[in-house]
C-alpha cells in the first residue's frame, strides 16, 4: 500500500543534462500532477493528466515534457536542465470520487 | 498574479490556544477549497476540503470557513498542538481536479 511513490528522491545535475522523474500509484487514480515548490512561490503546476495517454500543460510547463503511457505512472522529463529548474518536485494524484490528492514524498532537484 | 494568496509567511501560537491560517483568492469561480498540512522532507498531506455551497466545515480541531463574498477563507486549529507545527497551504479550483495553491504559511506551536 505505497500510495505515491516519486524517483528518484534526491539528484544533482549539470547543465544541459537530462533526466526522467517517475511517478507511480497503486490507488488506480485517474488524474496525476506534477508540481514544483519553492521557497516564497508555493506549488506551482507544471503539467497534469486526467488518463492514460492524455496530458495537459499547468502554469509553468516550459523545459519539462511529461507521458502518461500507463494509468499508474506520470513521467516529467527535463530535456536540458537549467539552474531555474533546482526544485523540490512532488507528484500527485487524485481519483474522481474524492477531491484531495494524494502527493508523493518529493525529489530534490539540484542544477549546477 | 497570484490567484490564491496566503499573505502571512509565519504564525507563532502558544500551545492550546487557536491557531487562524488565512487564504485568500481572486477567482470568483473558483468552488473547491483545500487545507494540505506539508512538515519537512515530506509530501503535503489533505487536512480539510470546503465546497462553495458551504461556509464552514469541521474536522476535529480543524475548522475551515468560507466568505465568498469576500474571496476568503480560514483554517481554525483549536487547541493547537505542538505537532501542528508544519507549513500549511491553501488550495483552490474551478469545477475541476486542477488546484492552484498558495504560497503556505509556517505555523509554530510554542510548548
Known amino acids: 500500500n505505497a500510495g505515491v511513490t516519486q524517483t528518484p528522491k534526491f539528484r544533482v545535475l549539470k547543465t544541459g543534462q537530462s533526466m526522467t522523474l517517475l511517478c507511480a500509484q497503486d490507488m488506480n487514480h485517474e488524474y496525476m500532477y506534477w508540481y514544483r515548490q519553492d521557497p516564497g512561490m508555493g506549488l506551482r503546476l507544471i503539467h497534469y493528466?486526467?488518463?492514460?495517454?492524455?496530458?495537459a500543460k499547468g502554469e509553468v510547463p516550459d523545459g519539462y515534457n511529461v507521458s502518461r503511457l500507463k494509468k499508474q505512472n506520470f513521467l516529467l522529463g527535463l530535456e536540458s536542465a537549467a539552474p531555474s529548474q533546482t526544485s523540490v518536485y512532488f507528484c500527485?494524484?487524485?481519483?474522481?470520487?474524492?477531491?484531495?490528492?494524494?502527493f508523493g514524498s518529493g525529489t530534490r532537484l539540484t542544477v549546477v | 498574479d497570484q490567484q490564491v494568496k496566503q499573505n502571512s509567511p509565519s504564525l507563532s501560537v502558544q500551545e492550546g490556544r487557536i491557531s487562524i491560517l488565512n487564504c485568500d483568492y481572486t477567482n470568483s469561480m473558483f468552488d473547491y477549497f483545500l487545507w494540505y498540512k506539508k512538515y519537512p522532507a515530506e509530501g503535503p498531506t489533505f487536512l480539510i476540503s470546503i465546497s462553495s455551497i458551504k461556509d464552514k466545515n469541521e474536522d476535529g480541531r480543524f475548522t475551515v470557513f468560507l466568505n465568498k463574498s469576500a474571496k476568503h477563507l480560514s483554517l481554525h486549529i483549536v487547541p493547537s498542538q505542538p505537532g501542528d507545527s508544519a507549513v500549511y497551504f491553501c488550495?483552490?479550483?474551478?469545477?475541476?481536479?486542477?488546484?492552484?495553491f498558495g504560497t503556505g504559511t509556517r505555523l509554530k506551536v510554542l510548548a
Open positions: 488550495a483552490a479550483s474551478e469545477g475541476t481536479y486542477k488546484y492552484i
Open positions: 493528466s486526467v488518463g492514460e495517454g492524455t496530458t
Open positions: 500527485a494524484s487524485v481519483s474522481t470520487e474524492i477531491y484531495g490528492y494524494t
